[in-house]
């Protein structure tokens, strides 16, 4: 029996992280927007689990299926075969097992992951009672302490809230509120649009 390369389809943008901010948002569209959420949309969900509190990566163990995502496919057939033989017979065995289509998919062209992280981000910090200018000096400084791990990764890209460096931007205070707020204003903007089964959605 000769092996057969596998056979590899992967979701541009759609990987585990992606899912567990999506997940992040709606926790917290349950809690602020109860009446909105698309229950039907999100049945296959388990939606009472994710509002009792449900670690992410529990949750994922049992749902990932809901996301197609890397799919690997195996195939051996007989050496015996012809080319063009062997290659209907992989075609036949193929047949139905690679348009599978997922319901749940990311609503946005640009997927910027950074970017919807850091508006949950200043979200939560805003809960917290924090003041919107702290919010700002307090995520870049939590960033710059990281910047040796982050040059050290390969996976883990530099990552930055406001514009310039704090030292240079404490001074423009209502800059730094201005970016934050802006944020925020985005963040809920998601967090609605989860709550109807679009993430992220337009914002």
Known sequence: ?????????????????????????LQIALEKYPKLIDRKYYSKWHISLIKQGMRFDTWYKEHKHLFIENKKISI???STLTYNDALKKVKQLLKGKTDQQSDFNITSKRFRY??????????????????????????????????????????????????????????????????????????????????????????
Do not use: H
């Open 1 to 25: 029996m000769v092996p057969m390369p596998n056979q590899r389809r992967t979701r541009i943008g759609a990987n585990k992280q992606n899912y567990r901010l999506w997940y992040n948002y």
């Open 76 to 78: 051996l057939i007989p």
């Open 114 to 203: 950074l970017e919807i992280d850091d508006y949950l981000k200043c979200y939560k910090k805003r809960q917290q009672g924090k003041k919107l200018y702290d919010i700002g000096t307090l995520l870049e400084e939590e960033y710059l302490k990281k910047s040796e791990q982050y040059q050290k990764s390969k996976k883990m890209l530099q990552r930055k809230l406001l514009k310039k460096k704090v030292e240079e931007m404490k001074n423009n205070y209502d800059n730094i509120i201005n970016i934050v707020q802006r944020k925020i204003r985005k963040c809920e903007k998601i967090i609605e649009n989860t709550a109807r089964g679009q993430f992220p959605g337009e914002y």
